[in-house]
Every structure is written in C-alpha cells, then in structure tokens.
C-alpha cells in the first residue's frame, strides 16, 4: 500500500550535519505517525525519532535529543530528519517507517506497518 524511499545519507565527519528524506507514494501520510529508526552492524534496530499528526507532538531518543530534528511536509508526502552534531556512534543505517492508525507506542518497531529500504550513514573522527 505504502513505499517508502529514504535518501540523504553518506559519510560525514564528526561534528558534521546531514538531512535524511524519506519520500513516500501509494498513499497519502499526512494522518500517518512517522519514525526513523537506526540499526550498526551487531546491533539491535533503535528508535530515533517519530512524529505524530494525531498528537501534533514529537518524540526523541535520549541519544539524539538536541541533536536531531523530525519534520514533515504533507505537501511533498515526505518525512525529513535534520542530524547536527553527528558523532561517531551515530554510524548506522537509517530506516523511516509508517504507522497507519498513529496509535502506537513510537518507540516500538515492531508497532509500525510500512518500512523503507534504509540509507547509509557513516560519521568518521
């Protein structure tokens, strides 16, 4: 019903920025919760951040809070991540998801319906 492209990742070096798109077709996602999730090789798949319309509110890993920013523009069907201050250990690849009801726990990967095929993002020191 819902793809989801993420773009916008690369290599950067610590202290560096980058901004992560996720375009999505199929479906409109204005009334979708949104989230970006991360997974480094050994690990486990982490929250990010989520955004949602039925609460107007974001919500951040303690990891990234003040770091990253989560928006969105229903006009452009796209969900964007605006990463400052990049450190080392945020080398990962980047995944956006789709919730359709928008009544989940956000944090949760295992509660969203959509995924995207993840980007690369690597931050050197």
């Known amino acids: 019903q819902v793809q989801l492209v993420e773009s916008g990742g690369g290599l950067v070096q610590a202290g560096g920025s980058l901004r992560l798109s996720c375009a999505a077709s199929?479906?409109?996602?204005?009334?979708?919760?949104m989230g970006w999730f991360r997974q480094a090789p050994g690990k486990e798949r982490e929250f990010v951040a989520a955004?949602?319309?039925?609460?107007?509110?974001?919500y951040y890993a303690d990891s990234v809070k003040g770091r990253f920013t989560i928006s969105r523009d229903n006009a452009k069907n796209t969900v964007y991540l605006q990463m400052n201050s990049l450190k080392p250990e945020d080398t990962a690849v980047y995944y956006c998801?789709?919730?359709?009801?928008?009544?989940?726990?956000?944090?949760?990967?295992?509660?969203?319906?959509?995924w995207g095929q993840g980007t690369q993002v690597t931050v050197s020191s």
């Open positions: 998801a789709a919730d359709a009801d928008d009544y989940s726990d956000y944090t949760a990967a295992n509660q969203y319906d959509y």
């Open positions: 199929g479906r409109t996602i204005s009334t979708y919760a």
């Open positions: 955004i949602s319309w039925r609460r107007g509110s974001t």
